[in-house]
C-alpha cells in the first residue's frame, strides 16, 4: 500500500508512498490505530533477525490471503466479497488487517479496477467483469510488525491483449528491481531498473507514488522510488533494511487525479494501470521476498 505523505512527512520523496504532493490524503482525518502509525519515528531501521523472522510470519499471512484471492477472484464476484475473505483469514491466522482503519480506510483490501490506479475502496455492488484488470492491495500486521504486497490479474476470459501486456510488465518490472536489490546498490539501481523495463514496453511508471519502508509501521521511510530522480533521496542499501518495493504503471499518461470519496486515484486519460508488490529484506547478496507466494 502506498498512502500518505502526511503519515512521516509532508514533503515529496517521504516514506509512505506519494512521491509528489497528492490530495489522497491531504485533507483527510487521521485516525489513530495503536501502533501502526507512529508518526514521530524517523529514520530507517535496520531490522534484527528477530525482527525479520516476525515480518516474515505477517508477510506469509499477506501472501496466503492474495494467494487464496489469485484463485478465487472471478468475473460475478463484488470486491466486497473479496475484502471479507480477506479480513476474515488474515484474522484467523492471528494478525489484524494493515489498512482497516488506517487514516480511516475503511477496508482489509484496497481493490482497483482497469483505470483505478490505487486505494480504490471495496464494496458489495461493484461487480467484477470477465476481462477487468484487478489489483488487489492487502496487509497484515502480525506481533507488532507488518507484511504488505499487492497483485494484478486479469479476471475471467476476455481481457485485452494490452491489459495482459500491462499486467505482465509490471510484474516483470518488480522482479527487475528486486534483481537489483543487495547490500551497496542504491535506491537507483532499483528505479532504473523498474523504469527501464517499463518504458521499453510502451508503458509510463507512475510517479505520484512509490514504494517505502516496511516494519513496525505500514510505512517507513526510505521512499523506493520507480523512476530516475533527483529531486528524491538515494541512499545505498543495508543487510537488514526491510522495503515494500510496488511498481505502478499506466498504459497511457502517467498523470493521475483523486476522486471525490478522497481514495480511489485514477487515470486522467482514462488508460488501464497495473501494479504489483512485495515486501522484502535486503541481504548482504541480494534479497529475501518475505511475501513470496510460492511456498
Not at 10 to 20: E, H, P
Not at 80 to 88: F, I, P, V
Not at 253 to 261: F, M, N, P, W
Request: proline share 3%.
Amino acid at each position: 500500500m502506498n498512502l500518505f505523505a502526511d503519515l512521516l512527512a509532508s514533503t515529496k520523496g517521504s516514506a509512505g508512498g506519494v512521491a509528489a504532493s497528492s490530495s489522497v490524503a491531504a485533507s483527510s482525518s487521521v485516525v489513530e490505530t495503536g501502533p501502526r502509525i507512529q508518526k514521530g519515528r524517523r529514520g530507517v531501521e535496520i531490522k534484527s533477525a528477530r525482527e525479520i523472522d516476525t515480518m516474515r510470519q505477517a508477510s506469509r499471512i499477506v501472501a496466503t490471503v492474495l494467494r487464496e484471492i489469485l484463485e478465487m477472484a472471478a468475473p460475478g464476484m463484488t470486491t466486497g466479497d473479496l475484502d471479507r475473505h480477506a479480513e476474515k483469514r488474515i484474522r484467523e491466522m492471528g494478525a489484524t488487517p494493515s489498512f482497516k482503519g488506517y487514516h480511516g480506510f475503511p477496508a482489509s483490501i484496497c481493490a482497483s479496477i482497469n483505470n483505478e490506479v490505487v486505494h480504490g475502496i471495496p464494496n458489495s455492488k461493484r461487480v467484477i467483469q470477465a476481462g477487468d484488470l484487478v489489483k488487489i492491495d492487502t496487509g497484515a500486521y502480525f506481533d507488532g510488525y507488518h507484511g504488505d504486497s499487492c497483485v494484478s490479474l486479469c479476471v475471467g476470459e476476455g481481457a485485452t491483449e494490452e491489459a495482459q501486456s500491462l499486467c505482465r510488465v509490471a510484474q516483470e518490472s518488480l522482479m527487475k528491481g528486486l534483481g537489483q536489490i543487495k547490500a551497496g546498490n542504491t535506491l537507483l539501481d532499483i528505479a532504473g531498473a523498474v523504469q527501464d523495463h517499463v518504458e521499453a514496453h510502451g508503458f509510463a511508471v507512475v510517479e505520484d507514488y512509490t514504494g517505502h519502508g516496511v516494519g513496525r509501521n505500514l510505512h517507513e521511510e526510505p521512499s523506493v522510488f520507480n523512476f530516475r530522480t533527483r529531486d528524491l533521496p538515494n541512499m545505498k542499501l543495508r543487510p537488514g533494511m526491510t522495503l515494500a518495493v510496488e511498481p505502478i504503471l499506466n498504459a497511457g499518461s502517467k498523470a493521475c487525479r483523486t476522486l471525490k470519496d478522497r481514495w480511489t486515484v485514477v487515470t486522467v486519460d482514462g488508460s488501464w494501470s497495473a501494479q504489483w508488490e512485495h515486501t522484502i529484506a535486503v541481504t548482504s547478496d541480494g534479497c529475501e521476498i518475505l511475501t513470496d507466494r510460492d511456498f
